[in-house]
């Protein structure tokens, strides 16, 4: 059972006036999702969550948090950067992205109700670091689901695959020193945020489990296809997950206006499809998708389509 999750809070995240994050880009990924025929898999407006504030306080510090829903509570239209947006209802749409992608994680692993799950959510959360907020992210999302689901029974390792564009620097960050989360990215580099590079493969008991993927400007789907076949899959492989996590950004699709390079949907669904094929041999078939970035509608929409069609 396939299962997608949207709420209407994300679309209260008001970024201004030509922002790229925008409202639309929900309703770009909802309209990939009826392209796929797969309209009837909504969960809708599940973003509350009684476990989202305590696993948010775990990935990041309680000040960071406070600060945060004061700078929203109070008017300020911009947290610690230029590229960071806010309005007065951020702070929740950021926390009820947690909530949400701990809904469709307990769905999955703790009910059984669910095999894979798709969570359309904003703001994206990647780049947050435990103390800051970065490239249009305040929470990292991703990360609290790998915490929450490490602390459920027979989950030790949790794999994270982030596809999207940009290296996501806060997830990397915050796992880099331990073995209990693998976080493999494919990213144009050198690109926005800086971090990423080949030789970055975790410190301490984390070395070893950290893989970055540098692509080429320009890089289509040979290349994305080959770097998964040559790479991805044999880290799969030997670390054997007990869960997959997909950090799904479709800002290296062609259309995109941000990335600069040529993957088609075709593509995603290729990926998708191989990645599904491990969840089923490691971990169940299980494996839940998190929306991070992807700034043209129609690269948005086509490509969520071929991704759900592969998870369902
Ligand atoms: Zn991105």
Redesign the pocket.
């Known amino acids: 059972m396939f299962k997608t999750w949207i709420g209407s809070v994300f679309y209260r995240h008001d970024t201004g006036v030509g922002h790229p994050e925008t409202p639309r880009r929900l309703d770009a990924a909802v309209d990939g999702v009826g392209r796929a025929g797969l309209a009837g898999t909504f969960v809708r407006n599940v973003t509350t969550h009684p476990e989202a504030g305590r696993i948010i306080a775990k990935v990041h510090s309680l000040d960071y948090e406070r600060e945060f829903e004061a700078a929203c509570r109070g008017g300020m239209r911009l947290f610690h950067s230029l590229d960071n947006p806010i309005s007065p209802a951020s702070f929740s749409a950021a926390r009820g992205a947690v909530a949400e992608a701990l809904a469709a994680a307990e769905d999955i692993w703790s009910f059984g109700e669910s095999t894979r799950a798709f969570v359309i959510a904003r703001p994206p959360g990647h780049h947050a670091e435990r103390t800051e907020a970065m490239g249009f992210c305040f929470f990292n999302t991703i990360a609290c689901v790998a915490e929450w689901l490490l602390e459920q029974q027979g989950i030790e390792r949790v794999f994270i695959f982030d596809f999207?564009?940009?290296h996501g620097n806060g997830t990397q960050h915050l796992f880099e020193d331990r073995d209990d989360v693998f976080y493999a990215s494919m990213h144009r580099y050198p690109f926005y945020p800086g971090t990423g590079a080949r030789t970055e493969i975790g410190e301490g008991r984390g070395r070893g489990y950290t893989l970055n993927i540098p692509m080429e400007a320009g890089d289509g789907d040979a290349a994305y296809l080959r770097r998964v076949e040559d790479e991805v899959v044999r880290v799969i492989d030997d670390y054997a997950p007990n869960a997959i996590l997909l950090s799904a950004?479709f800002?290296a699709h062609r259309l995109d206006p941000l990335g600069g390079m040529n993957v088609t949907e075709q593509a995603y669904g290729e990926i998708t499809r191989r990645i599904v094929e491990l969840a089923e041999k490691h971990c169940r078939g299980r494996v839940l998708s998190l929306l991070?970035?992807g700034y043209d509608m129609e690269g948005i929409a086509a490509s969520v389509a071929d991704h759900v069609r592969a998870m369902s």
Do not use: I
Request: no cysteine; hydrophobic share 15%; net charge negative.
């Open positions: 999207d564009v940009h950004g800002d991070e970035g």
